[in-house]
Nanobody
Framework: VQLQASGGGLVQAGGSLRLSCAAS????????VAWFRQAPGKEREFVAA????????YYAGSVKGRFTISRDNAKNTVYLQMNNLKPEDTAVYYC???????????????????WGQGTQVTVSS
């Protein structure tokens, strides 16, 4: 599976962006797809994830209530709607996918088998 992340950009604090993660090569059914982010000098951190089958979602505490992860079966694409953005949301955002991702490793980088190339999100104050 190849993942292509897009939709990043520069936005003012309080603004919104929608990221897309399009998959090719194979359907994402039975996968868990997640978004992670990495700010300069920091480790990559979990943002949100969705179980393709059933649509169960998971969020990091820092984004809950502001970000929404969703999927489009027909387009084999996962979205991350980001509202009320803050300067601390500035990072490179990566999408990741994996089969058989268990709940205890869902928030871990090592829980995923394949990654997109990342898209830059910059929030100005």
């Amino acid at each position: 599976v190849q993942l292509q992340a897009s939709g990043g950009g520069l936005v003012q604090a309080g603004g919104s962006l929608r990221l897309s993660c399009a998959a090719s090569g194979r359907t994402l059914s039975s996968n868990t797809v997640a978004w992670f982010r990495q700010a300069p000098g920091k480790e990559r951190e979990f943002v949100a994830a969705i179980r393709w089958s059933g649509g169960i979602t998971y969020y990091a505490g820092s984004v809950k209530g502001r970000f929404t992860i969703s999927r489009d079966n027909a387009k084999n694409t996962v979205y991350l709607q980001m509202n009320n953005l803050k300067p601390e949301d500035t990072a490179v955002y990566y999408c990741a996918g994996g089969l058989g991702v268990i709940t205890t490793t869902l928030r871990a980088v090592y829980g995923y088998n394949y990654w997109g190339q990342g898209t830059q999100v910059t929030v100005s104050s």
